[in-house]
């Protein structure tokens, strides 16, 4: 119900945009986000979009690098990552919550089944 689309392979310093695709009901009134998750490590939330758009939130180490946005007309929501790092390599999951916070894999509903973003040292 969540289709993830737009990794592949950049390098450092180099831009990619995530983009993912619900056909989920009522997509709108769900907060978006999306995570990761490095090989061996535990899965990490990036950011998030408010259901009305209100609110976001960033990890701290992709602050002012990487843009969430949600387009509810056409129930999508996207990454737009920048000046990419080896340490953002990973897979990134879109993920759908009902709740309004929402900052833990466990309160998300809807998993999208990942694309992989590598970015080279």
């Known amino acids: 119900q969540l289709v993830e689309s737009g990794g592949g392979l950049v390098q450092a310093g180099g831009s990619l945009k995530l983009s993912c695709a619900a056909s989920i009901p009522s997509f709108p009134i769900y907060t978006m986000g999306w995570f990761r998750q490095a090989p061996e490590k535990q899965r990490e939330l990036v950011a998030t979009v408010s259901w009305n758009k209100g609110r976001t939130y960033y990890k701290n180490s992709v602050k002012g690098r990487f843009t969430i946005f949600r387009d509810d007309a056409k129930n999508t929501v996207a990454l737009q990552m920048t000046s990419l790092k080896p340490e953002d390599t990973a897979v990134y999951y879109c993920?759908?919550?009902?709740?309004?916070?929402?900052?833990?894999?466990?309160?998300?509903?809807?998993w999208g089944q990942g694309t992989q973003v590598t970015v080279p040292s």
């Open positions: 993920a759908a919550s009902a709740l309004s916070e929402a900052t833990t894999p466990a309160h998300f509903r809807y």
